[in-house]
T-cell receptor, first 111, second 113 residues
């Protein structure tokens, strides 16, 4: 079945630096790739998503890139701030199928 | 607009008991999906309901079941609880498929003792 791998599991950066989280997926038919941010005591929140017909998407300090050939997609956060500290999950799905999540990355941004 | 509401927020149950969790989706959302979140296994898909019909199902034993009502509210039930069922159970609603974007509730923290 579909599998999504996510790296790294933890990431520590200095405030103002950039952070990059990478995911690979196994199902070549996957066509939807969202990223979620989960803060303590809350459910995951959708922060950005990309579809298979697009290679890159940007929203202010957050960007996502997709390489369909390599079955790889990444989240880029620039100018990190302490409030970016959270657990980030990538996910993949196709058509009407379920979302399969990666194992999560705990991002810590130090002031 | 109101978000996804899950009740109760916390539950403590004894092994062998059963439990029912409730999820009220965002108004107008017809799809409700359930996930189990644990530190070791991450977010595992349980099932999805759309217009009162189960549309997708994960790889959980038959002790886990769910349903959706005509107003899109959903419930999940776990029978004969085991210690390993202790987890955060998350509900997510969407207009239709996952590609419309999930909105998650804050979850129900279930502890089985």
């Amino acid at each position: 079945g579909e599998n999504v791998e996510q790296h790294p599991s933890t990431l520590s950066v200095q405030e103002g630096d950039s952070a990059v989280i990478k995911c690979t997926y196994s199902d070549s038919a996957s066509n939807y790739f969202p990223w979620y941010k989960q803060e303590l005591g809350k459910g995951p929140q959708l922060i950005i998503d990309i579809r298979s017909n697009v290679g890159e998407k940007k929203d202010q300090r957050i960007a996502v890139t997709l390489n369909k050939t390599a079955k790889h997609f990444s989240l880029h956060i620039t100018e990190t701030q302490p409030e970016d500290s959270a657990v980030y999950f990538c996910a993949a799905s196709r058509d009407t199928d379920k979302l399969i999540f990666g194992t999560g990355t705990r991002l810590q941004v130090f002031p | 607009k109101a978000g996804v509401t899950q009740t109760p927020r916390y539950l403590i149950k004894t092994r062998g008991q059963q439990v029912t969790l409730s999820c009220s989706p965002i108004s107008g959302h017809r799809s409700v999906s359930w996930y189990q979140q644990t530190p070791g296994q991450g977010l595992q898909f349980l099932f999805e309901y759309f217009s009162e019909t189960q549309r997708n199902k994960g790889n959980f034993p038959g002790r886990f079941s769910g349903r959706q009502f005509s107003n899109s509210r959903s419930e999940m039930n776990v029978s004969t609880l085991e210690l390993g069922d202790s987890a955060l159970y998350l509900c997510a609603s969407s207009l239709d498929t996952a590609s419309y974007g999930y909105t998650f509730g804050s979850g129900t923290r279930l502890t089985v003792v």
